[in-house]
């Protein structure tokens, strides 16, 4: 058993790595022994982050990284390539939503999305996860191995009433992405797949208010759930280390619920 979900040495790259779900890939892989870089846009955030998985002895280094800036992805994976000969897992998890998304209320009509913002967040949570999908799919091509995990959403798979449109359009872009990516690089070894978290708490993502959420908030999330809660980040920590592990070596081109049964839901 700890064979297969064996990380030591794993050489692993997860952008958005500063906070919320990111840091907790971090964390999770850094401590069963994956050589991990954590990689965000917040330098501040990053450093302190990193430096609390060093303090605890773990392999884990810093990378500042805005993943709407293509040259700058590509030297994150260089420099991690170059630095420990390879890269065997890359999660393209940095993402950010709207304020007005998680509204209680009913969430964003059409007539409220606003041009700049949407171009916003598809250019982080979309045209981002391609930059780092692309970079990686480089250095594992040539490799003949690799697994590239990409934070989506249960928002991506059905309409969510609690968040914005550019953020729902985003996540279920990057799905259909996971799918033509996992269909291309089938042949050389590389798996890809996509993780679609429900709502989780301890995030900083839509301006905090998932950091921690008003009781009107966790209500609101509460009716959408089956299991009638939001998560903690720990309990995104056994796919994860799946994902990145021998134990899903037959596992390409799907995408993950952690959602509490969201999509059972009528
Ligand atoms: N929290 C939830 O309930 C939830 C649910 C479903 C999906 N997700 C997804 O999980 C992922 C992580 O979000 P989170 O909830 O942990 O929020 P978070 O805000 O705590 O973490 C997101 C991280 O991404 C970083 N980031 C933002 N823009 C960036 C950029 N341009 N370049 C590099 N880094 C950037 C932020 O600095 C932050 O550290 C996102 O893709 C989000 O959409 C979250």
Request: proline share 3%; aromatic share 6%.
């Amino acid at each position: 058993m700890l064979r297969l979900f064996d990380v030591r040495g794993r050489r692993v790259i997860v952008t958005g790595a500063a906070s919320g779900l990111g840091f907790a890939m971090a964390e999770v892989l850094a401590e069963c022994g994956a050589r991990v870089t954590l990689a965000d846009i917040d330098e501040e955030r990053l450093a302190v982050s990193t430096g609390r998985l060093v303090d605890r002895g773990c392999d884990a280094r810093s990378f500042v990284v805005d993943v709407t800036d293509e040259s700058r992805v590509q030297a994150l994976f260089d420099d991690v390539a170059e630095a420990q000969g390879g890269v065997d897992v890359a999660f393209a998890n940095a993402g950010l939503a709207s304020v007005p998304g998680f509204r209680v209320d009913g969430g964003q009509t059409l007539d409220t999305v606003q041009r700049s913002d949407w171009d916003k967040v598809l250019g982080v949570n979309l045209t981002g996860v391609m930059h780092t999908m692309r970079s990686a799919a480089g250095i594992m091509r040539r490799q003949g191995a690799g697994r590239i995990v990409v934070t989506a959403s249960n928002a991506g798979l059905r309409p969510e009433p609690l968040v914005c449109y550019g953020y729902a359009a985003s996540k279920a872009a990057v799905i259909h992405l996971v799918r033509q990516a996992a269909l291309e690089l089938a042949h050389d070894g590389v798996l890809v797949n996509a993780i679609c978290p429900g709502p989780f708490y301890g995030t900083l993502i839509g301006g905090g208010v998932t950091e921690h959420p008003t009781e009107e908030l966790k209500e609101a999330w509460a009716t959408l759930i089956p299991l009638g809660r939001m998560a903690h980040p720990d309990e995104l920590k056994g796919l994860v280390v799946l994902l990145a592990s021998d134990a899903s070596s037959f596992m390409t081109g799907a995408a993950y619920l952690v959602d509490g049964g969201s999509l059972v839901q009528a």
